[in-house]
């Protein structure tokens, strides 16, 4: 680093984002990315864009997005916000409320980060079964977050748990970010209404298969979302670009596509679970477009030698286990017949038959 760096950051450990490959030959299950194409009426909406316009700025309120949004959810425009991906909002949230923040030990990599780089106090909340007690979130004296489902784990807190948490920090914001929660969990947008403290953050990145347009939203009472665009409007008022705008438009309104593709991935998560759990490896419950699979050390690295990319951390904690995004059926199958294959080979070693 430079000698000019602001001393307040040069303690600070970035995020370290999953691999993205150059080579195609890959089988990429490690950044939770969606196997399938965007919306056919997302292509066709980009493809509809008058291109001479691409010359002028986009709309800082994202005002055909965030109604087509609103109309989705049965809210009203003013509860949402759009952000550079759910990370910017996350960052928003966290200048606007997270002097202190209290969050899962194992969780979203960006928490830890993102309270180091803006200046808040960190708590991270113990986790000895790598499950979330919603016990640990009583009466806080800060901003709490939770993913719901968790990352990496795929666990999903039910939401009686995330109004318990509600109901017991009325004084502070309680933010659930939902990246994964269309493969299965339950929203708590259904909250909104009740608790003006609740802020409720989703991503087009994964369930909508729109991750290199970089689209996230907020909802949340009219006040939060005030706050939230104070901090865009003095940050980057123009924070989606023209084809973001229209892509999100266009995906939100085509609801059949969406949960046709969430039910195949909801499938094949659920065909791969009892084919890895046959071979004796645990994996815990998700409801994520991914898995948390207890392998033993190693695995990541013989399966990136097998030409199959996972996300593997080493931290104590969760040093045993990998987190395997959910392909089509036909990355599923090659990366069972390579764990079977790796575990034959342990077993050989260890001569075991």
Same mark, same amino acid.
């Given at each position: 680093?430079?000698?000019?760096?602001?001393?307040? !950051? +040069?303690?600070?450990?970035?995020? $370290?984002?999953? &691999?993205?490959?150059?080579?195609?030959?890959?089988?990429? #299950?490690?950044? %939770?990315?969606?196997?399938?194409?965007?919306?056919?009426?997302?292509?066709?909406?980009?493809?509809?864009?008058?291109?001479?316009?691409?010359?002028?700025?986009?709309?800082?309120?994202?005002?055909?997005?965030?109604?087509?949004?609103?109309?989705?959810?049965?809210?009203?425009?003013?509860?949402?916000?759009?952000?550079?991906?759910?990370?910017?909002?996350?960052?928003?949230?966290?200048?606007?409320?997270?002097?202190?923040?209290?969050?899962?030990?194992?969780?979203?990599?960006?928490?830890?980060?993102?309270?180091?780089?803006?200046?808040?106090?960190?708590?991270?909340?113990?986790?000895?079964?790598?499950?979330?007690?919603?016990?640990?979130?009583?009466?806080?004296?800060?901003?709490?977050? !939770? +993913?719901?489902?968790?990352?990496? $784990?795929?666990? &999903?807190?039910?939401?009686?748990?995330?109004?318990?948490? #509600?109901?017991? %920090?009325?004084?502070?914001?309680?933010?659930?970010?939902?990246?994964?929660?269309?493969?299965?969990?339950?929203?708590?947008?259904?909250?909104?209404?009740?608790?003006?403290?609740?802020?409720?953050?989703?991503?087009?990145?994964?369930?909508?298969?729109?991750?290199?347009?970089?689209?996230?939203?907020?909802?949340?009472?009219?006040?939060?979302?005030?706050?939230?665009?104070?901090?865009?409007?003095?940050?980057?008022?123009?924070?989606?670009?023209?084809?973001?705008?229209?892509?999100?438009?266009?995906?939100?309104?085509?609801?059949?596509?969406?949960?046709?593709?969430?039910?195949?991935?909801?499938?094949?998560?659920?065909?791969?679970?009892?084919?890895?759990?046959?071979?004796?490896?645990?994996?815990?419950?998700?409801?994520?477009?991914?898995?948390?699979?207890?392998?033993?050390?190693?695995?990541?690295?013989? #399966?990136?030698?097998?030409?199959?990319?996972?996300?593997?951390?080493?931290?104590?904690?969760?040093?045993?286990?990998?987190?395997?995004?959910?392909?089509?059926?036909?990355?599923?199958?090659?990366?069972?017949?390579?764990?079977?294959?790796?575990?034959?080979?342990?077993?050989?070693?260890?001569?075991?038959?």
């Amino acid at each position: 680093m430079s000698r000019f760096l602001n001393d307040k !950051l +040069a303690s600070l450990e970035p995020y $370290t984002p999953g &691999e993205q490959p150059k080579i195609s030959r890959l089988i990429k #299950l490690n950044t %939770n990315e969606n196997p399938y194409p965007p919306s056919p009426e997302v292509k066709r909406a980009l493809a509809e864009m008058d291109k001479d316009a691409w010359r002028l700025y986009p709309d800082p309120q994202t005002g055909e997005a965030v109604e087509a949004i609103a109309d989705h959810f049965g809210l009203t425009p003013a509860q949402v916000m759009l952000g550079n991906g759910s990370d910017e909002i996350l960052a928003f949230a966290f200048m606007a409320y997270g002097q202190k923040v209290y969050f899962p030990e194992v969780s979203y990599g960006f928490y830890p980060v993102f309270a180091g780089l803006l200046g808040g106090e960190a708590c991270q909340v113990p986790m000895p079964d790598l499950r979330i007690d919603p016990a640990d979130y009583q009466h806080n004296d800060g901003m709490v977050v !939770l +993913a719901n489902p968790n990352a990496p $784990t795929g666990v &999903e807190l039910s939401p009686e748990a995330i109004e318990s948490i #509600l109901r017991a %920090n009325p004084d502070q914001v309680v933010l659930v970010d939902e990246a994964y929660v269309d493969f299965g969990a339950r929203s708590s947008l259904a909250l909104l209404p009740k608790y003006d403290n609740l802020l409720v953050v989703q991503t087009f990145s994964k369930s909508r298969s729109l991750a290199g347009m970089r689209i996230g939203m907020a909802m949340g009472s009219e006040a939060l979302i005030e706050d939230l665009n104070r901090i865009k409007f003095s940050f980057n008022p123009y924070n989606l670009s023209r084809g973001a705008i229209v892509a999100a438009a266009a995906a939100i309104r085509d609801e059949a596509y969406f949960e046709t593709q969430c039910g195949r991935i909801i499938k094949t998560r659920q065909r791969f679970v009892r084919a890895v759990e046959a071979l004796g490896f645990p994996v815990m419950t998700s409801r994520a477009n991914f898995v948390f699979v207890k392998t033993g050390a190693g695995y990541a690295e013989r #399966l990136r030698a097998r030409g199959i990319l996972v996300r593997h951390w080493d931290k104590e904690q969760i040093r045993d286990w990998i987190r395997v995004t959910i392909g089509t059926d036909e990355d599923m199958e090659q990366l069972t017949a390579a764990l079977k294959e790796i575990k034959q080979e342990e077993n050989d070693e260890a001569g075991i038959h």
